[in-house]
T-cell receptor, first 115, second 115 residues
């Protein structure tokens, strides 16, 4: 069964510093990959997605992620973070199993941006 | 296009009671998934409905049930509430079952507190 591992539960970083949030998934023939962000007291919203094509995917708010098939990773990066980026970030994988397509979420990484 | 709506937004119930939560997906979306989010367990998949049929179910007791109507609106019911059921319940809609390579759109959630 597919699984998603977000390697860091919390990531503290100073404002304007770069950040990388790590995500690994278990191997599959083909997968679709997503990063979602959740601000306090809100639902999740899509940051970016990889369906096919270029392995470097650009999303909203200056975030980007790189799909690495050999390492089964989909790490999220931002070159310079803002205080407003403080939120919880979820990596998700959608693939086709015996029961059809299913989306699995990682446990989340809480990003704290400090002034 | 209106987003995913969930009602009510907040709910306080007593142990042993039952509760019904409602979710209206984005117009045209036929898949509705439910998730339970708690600080300790993260985002856990409850079940997914597509065209009024339950497609997938997570590892939750039978006290958790759901249904979907012909207009794609979905309800989730929890009977005999326990303290551990206190959580944010998120609903997500998508065009195809399991996301099928596309993203899910989340509602703001219903915050359930069981006392």
């Amino acid at each position: 069964a597919q699984s998603v591992t977000q390697l860091d539960s919390q990531v503290p970083v100073f404002e304007e510093a770069p950040v990388e949030l790590r995500c690994n998934y278990s191997s599959s023939v083909s997968v679709y990959l997503f990063w979602y962000v959740q601000y306090p007291n809100q639902g999740l919203q899509l940051l970016l997605k990889y369906l096919s094509g270029s392995t470097l995917v650009k999303g909203i708010n200056g975030f980007e992620a790189e799909f690495n098939k050999s390492q089964t990773s989909f790490h999220l990066r931002k070159p310079s973070v803002h205080i407003s980026d403080t939120a919880e970030y979820f990596c998700a994988v959608s693939d086709q199993g015996p029961g059809g397509f299913k989306t699995i979420f990682g446990a989340g990484t809480r990003l704290f941006v400090k002034a | 296009k209106a987003g995913v709506t969930q009602t009510p937004r907040y709910l306080i119930k007593t142990r042993g009671q039952q509760v019904t939560l409602s979710c209206s997906p984005i117009s045209g979306h036929r898949s509705v998934s439910w998730y339970q989010q708690t600080p300790g367990q993260g985002l856990q998949f409850l079940f997914e409905y597509f065209s009024e049929t339950q497609r997938n179910k997570g590892n939750f007791p039978g006290r958790f049930s759901g249904r979907q109507f012909s207009n794609s609106r979905s309800e989730m019911n929890v009977s005999t509430l326990e303290l551990g059921d206190s959580a944010l319940y998120l609903c997500a809609s998508s065009l195809a079952p399991g996301g099928q390579g596309g993203e899910q759109y989340f509602g703001p959630g219903t915050r359930l507190t069981v006392t």
